[in-house]
């Protein structure tokens, strides 16, 4: 039976966290005086690190830093709850955790506030770990973050696999000459994850997991 090990993006793979994500945006902005754009550009917010998202709008640091403890702030409180589970991928994770695979998430959210969502998962006892970003940002990319996951779990890159919805998480896999999955249920979308390079898409969870047991 093949051990390879299968690394999950939180945003978009396993949770629609839409409304948390993008009111904890807009809360931030709208106490930082900044307008908030519409749906479809706080829904672009979804997947990149907050500082990465935030510099544009602020320009200086001190004023990023500023937005991102507005926008954690809201989301210690409300934010992180403010989510639902994609129908389906939670029978992905427990049958292939059930098949003895190793499963951990790899996102860039904040560290603390990923283990929170993912304890509170009704598979999350599926995973070994939860690797996320570091709250001073040091840690925020996915590259780094698949990296920091490699060592954590003391695994070689060419037994894993990284499954997610956005170009970050192809990139970050092929960064460390990973295989991949770019699911199509999430806010990425087929032009992007093709884009960067995705070894595989999946359109459902069901797609999914015949391409993990293939």
Not at 48 to 55: H, V
Not at 63 to 74: H, K, M
Not at 140 to 145: D, F, Y
């Amino acid at each position: 039976m093949s051990r390879d090990v299968f690394f999950f993006d939180l945003d978009g793979t396993l949770i629609d966290s839409a409304v948390g994500i993008t009111r904890c945006v807009a809360y931030a902005l709208e106490k930082m005086d900044q307008p908030v754009p519409p749906m479809p550009e706080l829904r672009k917010w979804i997947g990149p690190a907050l500082r990465t998202s935030f510099t544009p709008v602020f320009g200086d640091a001190e004023r990023v830093e500023r937005a991102v403890e507005l926008y954690r702030e809201r989301f210690d409180v409300l934010g992180w709850q403010e989510h639902d589970v994609y129908e389906g991928i939670g029978e992905v994770v427990q049958d292939l955790h059930a098949a003895g695979h190793r499963l951990a998430v790899v996102t860039a959210k904040n560290e603390p506030h990923a283990q929170r969502i993912v304890e509170h998962l009704p598979f999350g006892n599926c995973f070994e770990d939860v690797i996320g970003a570091t709250p001073d940002g040091s840690r925020s990319h996915k590259p780094e973050l698949i990296g920091e996951a490699l060592q954590r779990l003391s695994l070689q890159p060419e037994h894993c696999w990284m499954i997610g919805d956005r170009r970050m998480d192809i990139e970050g896999a092929r960064h460390h000459a990973m295989r991949n999955v770019g699911v199509l249920w999430g806010f990425g979308g087929r032009e992007e994850l093709t884009a960067a390079g995705v070894g595989a898409l999946a359109g459902t969870p069901a797609e999914l997991a015949a391409l993990l047991r293939g």
